[in-house]
Nanobody, 115 residues
Framework: QVQLVESGGGLVQPGGSLRLSCAAS????????MSWYRQVPGKERELVAV???????NYADSGKGRFTISRDNVKNTVYLQMNSLKPDDTAVYYC?????????WGQGTQVTVSS
């Protein structure tokens, strides 16, 4: 029932910016914290940012000062604004939510940072 659909990934040069979007449905969006994760082939999926239902964001050190998580509880959409991108940010980015009894994931969107 829970559905998460990411968009906005692509190829960007170092120092550039992207804004990822995740459209959510199947649950009462404003009641749930939303998260962004990323994964590089051969490595574990890692948390990038979390936002509470009320809109308070928290960030992993990797994106602190460069990334901003936000949400629109009218559009049922969570965003990840990524600025000053580095090659190490290259990964598949996933949005996620825990709705009992399981965590749900989007399909992922590829972000490639390369000159």
């Amino acid at each position: 029932q829970v559905q998460l659909v990411e968009s906005g990934g692509g190829l960007v040069q170092p120092g550039g910016s992207l804004r990822l979007s995740c459209a959510a449905s199947g649950f009462t969006f404003s009641n749930y914290a939303m998260s962004w994760y990323r994964q590089v082939p051969g490595k574990e999926r890692e948390l990038v940012a979390v936002i509470t239902g009320a809109g308070t964001g928290n960030y992993a050190d990797s994106g602190k000062g460069r990334f901003t998580i936000s949400r629109d509880n009218v559009k049922n959409t969570v965003y990840l604004q990524m600025n000053s991108l580095k090659p190490d940010d290259t990964a598949v980015y996933y949005c996620s939510v825990y709705v009992s009894p399981k965590r749900s994931w989007g399909q992922g969107t590829q972000v490639t940072v390369s000159s």
